[in-house]
């Protein structure tokens, strides 16, 4: 696992428990080198967000118990791929991130300054 940094090198705050997130399913975004699609951006998921995954393959609403995953509703919070947020911010879709939680390999992807513009947790 990677250091488990923030997208200010501060230590990663969780993104969120209920449903339990990130690719080790720790609760926070972290990452490693398993990690291909880097699930780094912590977000609070939008039905419109959802709905546009869906529609790019991924449904992260519909339940996959034998992967322990209980789908995803408005307003749950989740460490997705940096690939995939880019992807939905340049399609107008993109969900609040925030920065505190999101780790500092997301960086590779997405731009700060992009992830700024869509903060949940900047004054």
């Not at 869906?54 to 989740?78: I, K």
């Not at 997405?110 to 700024?116: A, C, N, S, T, Y």
């Amino acid at each position: 696992m990677y250091d488990s940094l923030n997208v200010y090198d501060e230590p990663l705050i969780p993104c969120g428990t209920e449903p339990v997130t990130g690719y080790y399913r720790d609760g926070c975004c972290n990452t490693g080198a398993g990690d291909h699609a880097s699930h780094t951006v912590c977000v609070e998921v939008t039905q419109e967000f959802l709905e546009f995954s869906r529609s790019r393959g991924n449904d992260l609403m519909t339940p996959a118990p034998q992967f322990g995953f209980p789908g995803l509703s408005p307003g749950d919070n989740w460490c997705l791929c940096a690939t995939r947020w880019l992807e939905a911010c340049n399609n107008g879709r993109a969900p609040r991130v925030y920065l505190m939680r999101t780790h500092k390999r997301a960086l590779e992807v997405v731009p700060l300054e992009m992830l700024k513009q869509h903060a949940a947790d900047m004054n």
